[in-house]
């Protein structure tokens, strides 16, 4: 089992940041990738980011503005938001798998996840 909290998410004006954080704890030694999911009303699960053994990628619409890292001691991973927008009002998700197969994208491949952080961007 892994488990993940997130926090950090909050209410900022457009052009603002925020740093999102998601800790791990539990069987983190088995963990092949994690990753960053939002989901806004009225659309579906969006990825946003991912890091796997090795290699990090960020989804188009935020390529630019998010960074992905990791304090691998601590068991934490980050998403540093610069320049945000209206449009990335959503509940943020961490989530976790332990499984070689699968893709970084694709939020069914990911077993573990955290309850939500909420970020709110005002125009």
Known sequence: QVQLVESGGG??????????TCAASGRT???????????????EREFVAAWSKGSTYNAVPV????????????????LQMNSLKPEDTAVYYCAADVSYSG?????????YWGQGTQVTVSS
């Open 11 to 20: 209410f900022v004006q457009a052009g603002g940041s925020l740093r999102l």
């Open 29 to 43: 030694s088995s963990v092949y990738r994690m990753g960053w999911f939002r989901l806004a009303p009225g659309k």
């Open 63 to 78: 390529k630019g503005r998010f960074t992905l890292s990791r304090d691998t001691a601590k068991n934490t991973m980050y």
């Open 103 to 111: 893709t970084l994208e694709n939020a069914d491949d990911y077993e």
